[in-house]
């Protein structure tokens, strides 16, 4: 049943002056996932664009159809490249969910789900304890009950998975060059601690103290990208006290994380933390941003792995790195062979693969058929959403390749270890890296 929303109220979180930036050339339709996959206009970013516009005009009630075509977008910013007129949409679609999250009542299922996603997984020891039936099952060698498992494609290898409870410091070898903070999150700490743990090597290493804040949590992505604005002010808050230390730079191993955090000081706009959550955004960097500045030395033995790169939407479109970690991997002698729409989102978005699990597959499989077709060894890729999603969708299509973050392929360079097998192995980890 269709909802009216108050067009005085969307405008709070929709500016008119954001929409009539948008001239409806269509230069974003090719980058769009949805629009590609389902042909409508309404699923493309000028689609939604004109149908928020609707909304805020007061001349279409939020019903379902309209929710449909807002829910359906993965938010991977693909537009926001392509378009020449540099409309926000960033700003249009997230005011857009927050006014539907206030305004308009999802059916008991949905409601159910979404508030599933939001009460687990921003939490690590919920999120643990929600897959150890799964943990249990790949130990015992329960390989065909393991894939029955509900959230069973979320947990990758054995090898990746080996626990690590950082102490609060960890310290440069030889002369320090910097001090930085290492923001750990909530999915990535749980399911790749591995990726924590290389980047903590390679950067004590070269010259760079470590400091692992221990009370923090979610940067609050997952609640931001479904409307959720009180739960993601209440994240932002609690990341911006934990790192109100200074540092030379915070640093991030999931895209996803890493595009949500720079943008805390408009989500703390009008508050008492606004001033330091602009201060702690300042900071955030990519692990690969800030690997490339540092004038690292080649590793002695080069891999010469055949690796295709995956562009994160939310590494190269929502913070515009791109060359980094391409930059990492020829460093560890990589060999990076192309393919195919390199940088289309590959359905992982956030939560997107377990609220719209259909489009998501097809949208992971299409990703996966196109990484296949490029001959490559190792696919490597800088956020756990799409490393879960790419390598769940590489099995299906017949195609199951090691899965890794670039600070992995250059950890594993400098430590010599050019073994594949059906993961890269990890190194010992503890809390000083050997």
Known sequence: MAQAVGSQGIQAHVPMARLLECVHCGLCLPACPTYLELGHEADSPRGRIHLIRELVEGRMPLGRDAVRHLDLCLGCLGCETACPSGVH????????????????????????????????????????????????????????????LPLAEMVPPRESRQQWDPPTLISARGTRRYRVALFRGCVARVLFPGVEAAL??????????????????CCGALAAHQGDRVRATASVGAVVRSFAEPVDAILVTAAGCGAFLRSYGHWAKGTELEETARRVASRVRDATEF????????????????????????????????????????????????????????????????????????????????????????????????????????????????????????????????????????????????
């Open 291 to 434: 690997l490339s500045g540092l004038d690292l030395p080649r590793p002695s033995r080069p891999l010469g792995w055949r690796v295709a790169y995956h562009h994160a939407c939310h590494l190269a479109h929502a913070q515009g790195i791109r060359e980094e970690p391409m930059r990492l991997l020829r460093l560890a002698g990589a060999e990076l062979v192309p393919f195919e729409e390199a940088d289309l989102c590959c359905g992982s978005a956030g939560s997107y693969n377990i609220l719209e699990p259909k489009l998501a597959r097809r949208l992971g499989e299409r990703k996966a058929r196109n990484i296949r077709t490029s001959g490559a060894e190792v696919v490597a890729v800088a956020n756990p959403g799409c490393s879960i999603q790419i390598r769940a969708a590489l099995r299906r299509v017949g195609t199951p390749l090691p899965v890794l973050h670039p600070v992995e392929i250059l950890d594993a360079a400098y430590r010599g270890n050019a073994q594949l097998g059906s993961e890269l192995a990890a190194a010992p980890l503890s809390g000083q890296p050997t």
């Open 89 to 148: 949409y960033r700003e249009l679609i997230e005011g857009a969910r927050v006014a539907l999250e206030e305004s308009y009542r999802r059916r008991w299922r949905e409601r159910l789900l979404r508030r599933f996603v939001l009460e687990v997984f921003p939490y690590p020891h919920r999120l643990a304890a929600l897959l150890w039936p799964v943990r249990i099952a790949d130990r015992l060698g329960l390989g065909e009950l393991l894939r029955k």
């Open 200 to 217: 903590v090597r390679v950067l004590t290493d070269n010259g760079c103290d470590v400091l692992v804040p221990g009370e923090q949590g």
